[in-house]
């Protein structure tokens, strides 16, 4: 896909009534990090509901801002009964860990276009998203009460 027709995907992907969308703090003019979710793009017929991208600032990872904005968009897919949700990943992704250490399963595989190369591209499920939404909760707790 051209970047214009990637534009395009996504200026009607965030419109649509099911899509969420959460932006972090914005910090000296940018944005710390993101997350969309909404009805699964990708994926087998038994998934419904698809984090679409989590990112945070290299400078900000760690400190516990991906976990917040994952328990938003699994809050808001829990909301819509969008479940079971599926995450992709690149696969040589040193931050698959992020999904391992949540509890997430891999169960998906394929290659995926960006620009004139394909890379592969492994999923993550997790089958009870109840359980999920408990770990983000209880992980954003014990961040919170540390301090
Ligand atoms: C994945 C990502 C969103 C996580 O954001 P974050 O703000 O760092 O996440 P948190 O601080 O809430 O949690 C990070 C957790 O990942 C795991 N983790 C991350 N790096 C790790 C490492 N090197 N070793 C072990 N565990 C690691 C840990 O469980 C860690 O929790 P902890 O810090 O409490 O131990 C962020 O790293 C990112 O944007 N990566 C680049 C983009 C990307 O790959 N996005 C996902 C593809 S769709």
């Given at each position: 896909m051209s970047y214009e027709d990637q534009a395009k995907f996504w200026e009607g992907y965030l419109q649509e009534p099911q899509v969420v969308s959460y932006v972090t703090d914005i910090q000296g003019g940018r944005v710390v990090g993101f997350v969309t979710g909404g009805p699964?793009?990708?994926?087998?017929?038994?998934?419904?509901?698809?984090?679409t991208a989590l990112y945070v600032r290299e400078t900000f990872q760690r400190k516990g801002i991906g976990k917040k904005l994952m328990f938003l968009a699994v809050k808001a897919l829990k909301d819509h009964n969008l479940r079971p949700i599926i995450i992709w990943a690149l696969k040589?992704?040193?931050?698959?860990v992020f999904y391992e250490k949540l509890g997430g399963t891999l169960v998906d595989e394929t290659l995926r276009a960006f620009g004139d190369q394909k890379y592969p591209i492994v999923a993550y499920s997790w089958q009870n998203l109840d359980d999920l939404y408990k770990i983000l909760l209880k992980e954003i707790l014990a961040r919170a009460n540390s301090r």
């Open positions: 699964k793009l990708q994926g087998a017929e038994k998934y419904r509901g698809e984090i040589e992704s040193p931050y698959r």
